[in-house]
Nanobody, 121 residues
Framework: QVQLVESGGGLVQAGGSLRLSCAAS??????MGWFRQAPGKEREFVAS????????SYADSMKGRFTISRDNAKNTVYLQMDSLKPEDTAVYYC????????????????WGQGTQVTVSS
């Protein structure tokens, strides 16, 4: 049974930083991804990282501001978010897939419950 539990969300002012964590159990050597969904919008890809950390992918709008990483010893993937903007406000989800470099939500088969990130202006 695969379980993903996100944490680290919260309220932050524009320009601030947050670090999200996703603790995984049941599947630890697969690609992990972060997605987000703002109210009234479709879920969008944020970043992904393969099991070794050697293949990382970012959505263009997050490049240079967000950093994905993982600690396989702790079965945890992280999303460091810097220079946050109000438009980054969303529920952030982690997910896992067997496909390297996957960017479409349909390619991910297990999801966490999400963590809310709110960026005030």
């Amino acid at each position: 049974q695969v379980q993903l539990v996100e944490s680290g969300g919260g309220l932050v002012q524009a320009g601030g930083s947050l670090r999200l964590s996703c603790a995984a159990s049941g599947r630890t050597l697969y690609t992990m991804g972060w997605f987000r969904q703002a109210p009234g919008k479709e879920r969008e890809f944020v970043a992904s990282i393969n099991w070794s950390g050697g293949t990382i992918s970012y959505a263009d709008s997050m490049k240079g501001r967000f950093t994905i990483s993982r600690d396989n010893a702790k079965n945890t993937v992280y999303l460091q978010m810097d220079s946050l903007k109000p438009e980054d406000t969303a529920v952030y989800y982690c997910a896992t897939t067997r496909y390297l470099g996957a960017r479409r939500s349909e390619e991910y088969d297990y999801w966490g419950q999400g963590t809310q990130v709110t960026v005030s202006s």
